[in-house]
């Protein structure tokens, strides 16, 4: 049974190599309030709707469920410092979108879905166009009535690219609520160690590291995505090529994820 669908997410895994642009624009509105955020904490909920992102982190600084107009408060702020920065983090991940070509010249469609919202959205896809990425489907959270963890997105996803059924088709993604939208749709799950939100670095702080680091960071990464439920996980979404094969064998043989 062939893979009919690869549904991508952007930041960390298409685009944005270390998911910077989302953790540097939630420190900055959060310190404008006087609340300081760490890398960590700002990566936790990574990759959920960027209000309900917003939330959760008040939620955790404040040791409770917050106010609402807290939340507008801060979200009204987010949305024009993030668009503002957007530009600056979209360069496409290295031989993603050969990735994607060679994909589609075996007939799977291409997806993606996002924690951000459709203005924001459409800045990445128009600089990825740019670049020779372009999925025949973009979805956020807003068009599915919901973002990750819940499934909305992927199976609004599978009614667009006229894919079907869900276990032939997988999400890659960076974070633990891609590999938890996945799952939630019955979809195949493999996340990206080297790029993403895990290891948190553009492709050059990576690269300057000692390898022996390195080495340390993706087996670190590897193993946290692992435990949070991903089926495979690799080191960037440009090495997926080989598990078109691997999943379809596991298909054949009647397995399911
Ligand atoms: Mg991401």
Redesign the pocket.
Same mark, same amino acid.
């Given at each position: 049974m062939p893979i009919t669908a690869v549904i991508l997410?952007?930041?960390? =895994?298409a685009v944005d190599h270390g998911?910077l642009a989302p953790v540097r624009t939630l420190q900055k509105v959060f310190s404008m309030r006087g609340i300081a955020v760490s890398e960590e904490e700002a990566r936790r909920d990574?990759?959920i709707p960027k209000r309900d992102h917003i939330r959760a982190l008040l939620a955790l600084k404040r040791g409770g469920p917050p106010a609402e107009a807290d939340v507008d408060d801060l979200y009204a702020a987010f949305i024009p410092m993030q668009m503002a920065c957007l530009e600056e983090y979209a360069t496409v991940i290295p031989g993603v979108a050969e990735m994607a070509g060679r994909l589609r010249a075996r007939g799977i469609k291409i997806g993606s879905t996002t924690g951000y919202t459709r203005p924001m959205l459409d800045v990445l896809l128009a600089r990825a166009a740019a670049q020779g990425y372009t999925p025949d489907c973009a979805l956020c959270p807003e068009d599915a009535g919901g973002g990750r963890p819940a499934p909305w997105m992927c199976y609004l996803s599978a009614i667009r690219l006229g894919t079907y059924p869900m276990h032939t088709m997988v999400k890659i993604?960076? =974070?633990i609520s891609?590999i938890e939208e996945g799952r939630n749709a019955g979809m195949w799950t493999v996340a990206v160690a080297r790029t993403?939100?895990m290891i948190g670095l553009s492709e050059t702080d990576f690269a300057a590291l000692a390898p022996a680091a390195q080495v340390t960071l993706v087996q670190s990464a590897r193993a946290r995505l692992h435990d949070a439920g991903a089926e495979f996980v690799i080191d960037s979404a440009a090495d997926f090529d080989p598990l078109v094969d691997e999943i379809e064998a596991r298909l054949a043989k009647g397995l399911r994820p």
């Open positions: 997410d952007w930041a960390g =895994t998911s990574m990759g993604g960076d =974070t891609d993403g939100n």
